[in-house]
């Protein structure tokens, strides 16, 4: 069999695995396939250290894939190098943040966390996919948050001229009362901020029609640029993300692999009837694997992971239901 031949077939592997789950039987044909030959596994070799090195691979380098498969019979290494390119020039199209990682004073890429400490003894805990700026004066202290989620302690001045401490988003400014609070204005949701007060308060004003309200100690709200949702208590989330850990109370498993794929790169499919399966309990957000044991120790489901764990697939256990 030809090496050119041998690749379309990883790339078909590709293409089939991110479609849809594979079966038992696919599965099977899939082993069977790599450890057909040496040529077999070093071309999935290759396909792993491909992602690897795109580093992300969004749903739409699927579709290009797809795409130049069914065009002409082109080798797969010059497959690869279109997708990638293509895909690298989809994903900047894609996101319009890639400036504010790469210039802002603090950022962290996927899966990141990092803490510091500011001149003032301000500490701030970063999440992951976040990046502000630090904009101090001699009249006031402000971080402008352009996505992701901080959680700040903000450091009391001792010197004779006071500076407010402020956080801003797109939608308004926070002015912090003495306090801890976290922040959260996501990627995927920058017409939507929360806050979440730990200690004292927040001063919340929208940057539409100046509408304001004062949050307290174990309150959080969200909000867009005009107008306030109803005020919440404090989600556990709000202290534990720190810790990489989330915590679910009767969470449905599309939203529990929602907020845990903030940490990953990569597509996650979900078997349809299990998307509204309420889960609960304590999970870790940095390990898939480890996730994924997890929730097949309480629930009847199968993890299958490909690619660096840049494919996976969760299916219903068949096994694990026959057996109850």
Known sequence: MKNNQIFDEAAEWIVKMQSAPLTDKERQHFDEWRKKSVLHAQAWHKAELFLQHLGHFPEQG?????????????????????AFFMCFAMGALWTSDWKDYYFSDYSTKVGESKHIELEDGTHIDINTQTAFDQKYSATQRQLILHYGEIQVKTGHEFQHLYRPFTVSTSDADMLALGTVFNVQHLKNKQNHTCVAVIESAVKITLKQNQKYTMLNQGEQICFDADHFE????????????????IMADELTLESLLTEVGRYHHGHVHIQSE????????????????????????SYPIQFDSYLSDRIVHIKKDEKSERKN
């Open 62 to 82: 699927y579709h290009i894939l797809q795409k130049s498969h069914s065009a002409a019979r082109i080798n797969m290494a010059s497959k690869f190098i279109l």
């Open 230 to 245: 109803p005020k919440q208590p404090l989600n556990s989330n709000t202290y534990t993300w720190k810790n990489g850990v």
């Open 274 to 297: 299990l998307r509204q399966l309420k889960v609960s309990g304590s999970y870790p957000v940095n390990d898939l694997h480890a996730l994924g044991k997890a929730l097949a120790l």
